[in-house]
């Protein structure tokens, strides 16, 4: 690296600042027309913050959407869209549940088994649409779509109660699971809550990302793929393997991506397992750049407006609705997806620019010592 | 548009991979399930298979996810991929819903197309002016008309009579006709149970029985599609912005305006299904009234190559999978395997006429498990009726990808005097 690059830094910084305070804008907008108060609401969610109670939850939240953003980045990187982080992660926290409930080791061998199912299932269903993808030709847009649907149709019938489902009152669930699939939590106290501890699951998966993008040659392969696909194919990256391998490990991601709020907290899947977590993982990976921190950064974000906004519906004297946080989501990930764009032409505008200027420069100067001589 | 990033549908092969089904052919393969289908039909005895109301329920379904497709066709046609379909869909449910139950239905049907088409403009402000990803775009739009409907129906339905916060109140229907005489004919020989005479009775009562005004508009909407890109001068520059935009501009189109169009005219579309399920097909909006319609129309526009009859093809047969669910899916489902079977069958025969015998010889056991499935069971499970849609969208895009062509710069960015 040769030196600190301003231009780069700026535009880097540009898109997301822009998006935010678009995505404000707007929002506001948006509350004014109601007939709101334009700015309280922000300033009731951010009065939540210093709560520790809260902020447990926005951690907790984060984590599952980090490891389902950096499932869609993977992906993302070499122009892979992979749709159906939705289905691969709900599945994949189901055969766990179900495993979990069925089968008893020590805690050492537990943890490492649901660890693999949830992987295994996760790769499984995605890599139907990756081997759909380069046999048949068929888009994984579309494959992993439909795959979403049929995931929820298994689950359906995976959680019949003469299948593997229980019957907990009006809910259908799989069954607790054994005590030695419980992943423990940091306790913070009955009023503050736990923090889940697969919390650091997200945080090694981050790493791993970073570490395998950046620094090794798969990583390069795959960004090649993603930057020029008929570059990539001309230095020997075959194309279809590339797809195969990444939809797979994207799979395996997603596939974890329910893990800390199921061996953490909930401990059975039930019909109130959160659903839509892979859409809303597209739109913070995209918030994030599809960098590791970036989505760290973001993934708080969103935790933060899903944990905040609640209470906007029981603010006094007057009550917001808490919608009002999903749209704010929507017009980020809009906001997001312009901004950087824009800012990525006008960067180019000025690059071209400046280069253009150097090079007049260097050729008057040319022209001078031709004129001398 | 990711189809082609890795494989090149018609990239090996020109000379033979250019074959196309001819219209003979094709009203031969149809005649040729039909009858099928007759005799599944008797051996079975699920004669729900191919009854009126079966078939007048799979047209109501189908209409939407028709409806859905057309909006992807104009859009995709012009080079713009919309998945954000869906999104512009929830528009079309709300708006429609919000005006329909103030104004009447036919107001609602208006403001439905608006919505959706309000959703486009986003789209194609994101896609053609910002040059945004167009998949990035529409997943955005779909997350935003989601929380943009909701947090309406906060303000308008909850306060309304017989209206919550998910809900809107009822809507007048549009009224509803069968065509006099011919409706009730079919309706009697379609209830004899004749061999092939009764399921074609069954399939065309089924277009003629409890119509609705606007499931005949849809119906219309399909072949005027087709007169509009393939018969007229704007329908012309409009697909050639989709095939190769450079080419279109240095014949003075002006192809941001032909994009704009069509993917404005694709959220009318989409928003009109949209308007269809809360007016037509329900009489209330509900919150996830679409259920993923605007994806499953887009696949249906694929399955159908990018042209409108393939799209009314692949629509259909949603819907006719779709009705399942409602008549006495389990048992009819059941019935279904066998024809599976059959149609596999005869698959693997013409895979080894085409001298292909491993894949032949996978296709016989495949058909051999489905025989074994159908003869050992009653009932299908109904999550599998559930996700019958989904399975034959796979099934069928995994066997007729490699046939398909996209319209050559879909998906693809474009700038003003990029070829220069």
New interface residues.
Partial sequence: MKKFDKERVLVAVAGPVIAIVLAIVLTSV?LLA?GKNPIEPYVLMLQQLPYSDIQVLIINQASLYYIAAIAVALGFRM???N?GVDGQYRLAAVMTAVVGAHVALPGVLQIPLLLIVAMATGAFWAGIAGV???T????????T??????A???I??VT?TDVWGVQVGDNVTTGVMKKSGWFPGINLGSDVGEIYGLVFLAVVLGIGYWVVLNRTRFGFDLRATGAS?TAAAASGVD??RM?LVSMLISGAIAGLAGLPLLLGDTHTYSLSFPAGLG??A??IA?LGRNNPGGIALAALLWAFLDKASPALDYATPVAY?K??A??????I??AV??SY??VR?WGLRRQQKRVGAELAAAAAQNTKKEVAA | MSTATIAKPQAKQPGRGGRRMSLPVLLLVIAGVLVLTSIVRLITGADGITSVGQMSTALQLAVPIGLAGLGGLWAERAGVVNIGLEGMMILGTWFGAWAGYQWGPWVGIAFGIIGGALGAVLHAVATVTFNVNHIVSGVALNILALGVTRYLSKFTFADAPQGSTKQSPPIDSLGEFSIPGLSDWLNTLNGKHWFLVSDIAGLLGGLVTDLSPLTVIAVALVPLTWWVLWRTAFGLRLRSCGENPVAAESLGVNVYKYKYIAVIISGGFAGLGGAFLSIVASNVYLDGQTAGRGYIGLAAMIFGNWMPGGLALGAGLFGYTDSLNLRGGTTNVHALILLVAILLVFGAGYLAWRKKYVPAVVTVVVAALMFLWYTSTNEVPRQLVTATPYLVTLLVLSLSAQKLRMPKADGLPYRKGQGK
């Avoid at chain 1, 048949?136 to 494959?143: I, K, L």
């Avoid at chain 1, 779509?145 to 049929?150: C, E, F, G, T, V």
């Fill in positions: 948006v109601s122009n892979l869209f749709i759909l993808k380069v048949r030709g068929v888009s994984e847009v579309v494959a779509i439909m795959l979403n649907s049929i929820t149709a298994v359906g019938y019949l696909e194309a279809k797809v859409f809303t597209i739109g995209l609705d919608e009002i999903t749209i704010m989501q929507g017009l990930v809009f997806v312009i764009e824009a032409q």
